[in-house]
């Protein structure tokens, strides 16, 4: 009956689509009381009418084929709002679907178990949600690639940049804002507000479907298997890596925190080569370069241009200590077949591709030179640790890495 009423309002016209989402929501933490099969069905119900749309091959080659449809969907304002609520509906259904975590878990996300034969009843819909998905932050993604972003209008420019209390708000001087408080969705609005220039509405969307396509996709993560063998890892870290050199570190903190943590923490191990080594080679270059970037233009002119705090926690729980290390001329011997550890340790496995470890290595160099002692203190565990491997293995690209630079850079 509810499910006939919505249907009917929505024909009139007189539920609005951010409504429907919260109806829809609320219907899916009901269902999740209900068992696998009426998570199965009440999905299957909610889903449908957005398959249809969603996977339309003509708003995907008229928006979606390069950035400069992109803009062409901001002239559309009601269609580009209806794509920001499929975006955050889709997030929605991840979240609330499937057996709940302990809220200790990262992202307190969704899970698979370890019954035989269970499959997360959003697996057989990400085939589907998922490559549009990827194209539109892709193009999200080059509106700040050159040369491309001088060709924006100035609305567009205006869009991208921080409003003051944004700035405000990342310096810590006032309360952090949440995604929730992009104004369109909270404000239960399905076209551009009254006296709301178009400005502040391409930035709210903006920000609101980058958002929630990271949380998307690194909810989709934690599905193991189920996500990781259902799309092509090329195209992923083509979508969220092409253009990371150019994103501001708002957003790279945020594609960092909410899609590449759980991108590396549940991929499985025999995908490591395809996805994790191809996914942070780039960003340990960047981050390497920025910080390098950040901390001598700290030093040399007293002003951080870059920040600098890009540390990636909880990567690493498989890692012996630096103390179960002990010297390096007392390490297991097992350690030095690199090829064995590296099966069940994902710095082990980093040490095996040396065009992503030695990125990582040259930030252990710089770090002793940083005088911020709490952001050292981030790094030093890691580095340490790959500073033992590197030692300890016949990696002589690493061996002759850390013995020229490393241990001179300590002794300065």
Aim: aromatic share 8%; glycine share 6%.
């Amino acid at each position: 009956n509810i499910a006939d009423t919505m249907a009917y309002l929505q024909g009139e016209g007189r539920l609005l689509r951010a409504e429907h989402d919260h109806l829809c929501e609320a219907f899916l933490i009901m269902a999740s009381s209900s068992g696998i099969q009426q998570q199965q069905e009440v999905l299957a119900w909610l889903l449908e009418p957005l398959n249809k749309t969603w996977t339309q091959v003509e708003w995907q080659t008229a928006y979606l084929s390069d950035p400069s449809g992109l803009t062409d969907m901001f002239a559309d304002t009601q269609f580009m709002w209806s794509i920001y609520h499929t975006v955050t509906f889709f997030e929605k259904a991840l979240k609330r679907s499937g057996t709940k975590r302990s809220t200790t878990a990262p992202q307190a996300a969704i899970t698979t178990t370890t019954a035989t034969g269970y499959l997360h009843p959003m697996s057989s819909h990400l085939s589907w949600i998922l490559p549009p998905l990827l194209r539109l932050l892709r193009c999200i993604h080059a509106l700040w690639a050159e040369p491309f972003a001088q060709s924006l209008t100035g609305e567009i420019k205006a869009a991208k940049s921080m409003t003051i209390s944004e700035q405000a708000s990342l310096l810590g001087e006032t309360s952090k804002p949440t995604k929730g408080q992009v104004a369109p969705a909270d404000g239960l609005l399905d076209v551009q507000r009254e006296g709301e220039s178009k400005e502040n509405n391409i930035r709210n969307w903006l920000r609101g479907v980058r958002d929630s396509g990271y949380n998307l996709i690194g909810l989709a993560a934690t599905l193991g298997e189920a996500f990781f063998r259902c799309i092509d890892g090329s195209s992923v870290i083509l979508a969220l890596m092409e253009n990371v050199q150019v994103m501001e570190f708002r957003h790279l903190r945020q594609l960092m925190h909410l899609a590449v943590v759980p991108l590396v923490k549940y991929c499985p191990a025999e995908l490591w080569q395809i996805w994790t080594a191809n996914l942070l080679q780039p960003i340990f270059v960047h981050c390497q370069q920025a910080l390098d970037y950040s901390w001598s233009s700290l030093l040399r002119e007293g002003r951080a241009k870059v920040p600098d705090s890009f540390a990636l926690p909880g990567l690493n729980s498989g890692l012996p200590s630096l103390e179960q290390l002990g010297p390096v001329n007392r390490i297991d011997s097992s350690l030095k077949s690199l090829e064995s550890f590296a099966s069940s340790s994902l710095t082990g496995f980093l040490m095996l591709n040396v065009g992503t470890a030695l990125p990582a290595l040259r930030i252990t160099v710089e770090v002793f030179s940083w005088t911020d002692s709490e952001a050292v203190t981030k790094v030093i565990p890691f580095c340490g640790a790959l500073i033992h491997l590197a030692v300890a293995t016949n990696r002589a690209e690493l061996r002759q890495f850390v013995g020229n630079d490393l241990f001179s850079s300590i002794i300065q």
